[in-house]
């Protein structure tokens, strides 16, 4: 397809969903599934107008656009999660991303093992790269805002948060065994030690001093100075370099971005405690400093008050990273489109099936056993386990660091297909059924009176 072409395809695409927005958000189709349903219809499955082969020399452009959309929904996760450090949403996000990750990819290396005939590195790669759930395609069962407070949407992104971490060194164990003469044995000590034990510590220690100690050094030399000016750059530059730092010393870069987002919340957290008392200031007890400031108001903007400082900090990393996590995995999903026929088979079909209704769920129900939360609650937990970005840049990491051959386009299908499929089926069923359990939750509240 032409330049000019691809560029009126993408004006209309995203002006039809803007102008449709308020249809959409009430009915039973997402915006994302608009976008892999174009690309299908572009793709060759139905125009052939474009193809996008992911081959090993062609899939570089795919890592650093997963990884920069992952990096970004990472950080503004961790700072929309306005959560005490043992508020009780923690220890639910960690049963997801550890034993209930686990538990997944157990299962899927079994699957590719016994069903498809994979050897166990294969089984490990294909494991990593579909177990992890997505911060960027949850966004309509995550978090909205810090005021929101949905025990529901702090489990999934908390879980999203952290468990693109957690998945991560089964890829590396994959990728070590794919070399000659190289067993599971030989391998596995450095592999606990390297990647998992200092790979996740040393991404959640330097997240969050990084957050932290860099948002508190901006926040009070703008306070300082009484700047209002725009604040994006702070966010970019805290998020790029505690992902760059950890990766530097091979710790986890996304367990490091989304950390270094709680990190900034802390900050923020700190300010709101020391103004409660203030008596001018009432709404600062419960508020979040970001929604106590006029975006609209800026060059009229008081900053008498250090939380204000801070709430113009968070408000302007909030805005600039949705716009720009939404823009790449828009841009994502729509790749996904239309690379989604070439890649389907009946087997990877029949994995994505067995994934997402099945592993899943029993993963999530087994990892919740004790916890109390309601039933209904970890049924739905398990039902939204939507994959997407993560899976897509594990894909690219693979493909990169020696995932090749006849078997590297099995693995590709079935990654892709498990992407589409979750994309479509958990796009359609996630309005419905947060109605559904918002209704319930109201008639329980009416009937407790």
């Known amino acids: 397809m032409p330049a000019l072409a691809w560029l009126v395809f993408v004006a209309v695409l995203l002006l039809s969903t803007s102008f449709l927005s308020g249809w959409i958000q009430r009915g039973p189709v997402t915006t994302f599934a608009i976008y892999l349903l174009a690309g299908v219809v572009v793709g060759p499955g139905v125009l052939g107008l474009v193809s996008l082969p992911l081959s090993v020399d062609r899939v570089h452009w795919l890592r650093v656009a997963s990884e920069a959309a992952l990096v970004v929904s990472l950080f503004i996760t961790g700072l929309k999660l306005r959560l005490r450090l043992r508020d009780g949403g923690w220890r639910m996000a960690i049963r997801l991303a550890v034993p209930a990750m686990a538990i997944t990819a157990a299962a899927v290396i079994a699957l590719a093992m016994w069903g498809l005939g994979w050897s166990l590195p294969w089984a490990l790669a294909l494991a990593a790269m579909v177990s992890p759930t997505d911060p960027v395609l949850a966004s309509l069962v995550s978090v909205d805002d810090a005021r929101d407070d949905d025990a529901l949407r702090v489990a999934i992104s908390g879980e999203a948060g952290l468990n693109d971490a957690t998945a991560l060194p089964l890829l590396f164990l994959a ?34 001093a990084g957050g932290w100690g860099l948002g508190y050094v901006g926040t009070h030399l703008r306070h300082a100075t009484r700047d209002v000016a725009p604040s994006d750059f702070l966010a970019l530059g805290i998020m790029v370099l505690v992902y760059a730092v950890a990766e530097a010393v091979h710790a986890s870069g996304f367990l490091a971005a ?56 968070v408000s302007d990393a909030l ?13 994502l999903v729509l790749a996904v489109g239309i690379a989604a026929v070439p890649a389907f088979g009946w087997a990877a079909a029949g994995v994505a099936a067995v994934l997402l209704l099945v592993i899943r769920p029993v993963a999530v129900w087994i990892a919740t056993i004790g916890s109390k939360v309601p039933w209904q609650r970890r049924v739905l937990i398990g039902w939204f386990g939507i994959r997407g970005l993560g899976s897509l840049n594990y894909l690219a990491f693979g493909m990169g660091h020696g995932l090749g051959g006849p078997q590297a386009t099995a693995l590709q299908g079935v990654v892709v297909t498990v992407v589409a499929f979750s994309v479509l ?25």
């Open 175 to 208: 990728l070590s065994l794919l070399a000659p003469d190289a067993t599971l044995a030989s391998e596995w000590p450095a592999w606990l030690g390297i990647d998992v034990v200092w790979g996740l510590a040393g991404g959640l220690l330097i997240g969050l």
């Open 258 to 313: 989304f950390a270094a987002g709680v990190g900034l919340r802390r900050v923020e957290l700190g300010v709101s405690e020391l103004t409660k008392e203030d008596p001018g200031l009432d709404a600062l007890q419960v508020a979040p400093a970001e929604m106590r400031i006029n975006p609209n108001e800026r060059a009229r903007a008081s900053v008498e008050h250090s939380a204000h400082t801070v709430g113009w900090v």
């Open 425 to 449: 089926i958990h796009g359609v069923s996630v309005t419905p059924l947060m109605r559904w359990r918002a209704d319930a939750i109201r008639r329980a509240t009416e009937a407790r009176r």
């Open 319 to 331: 805005s600039f990273g949705e716009t720009m996590e939404r823009l790449i995995a828009a841009a």
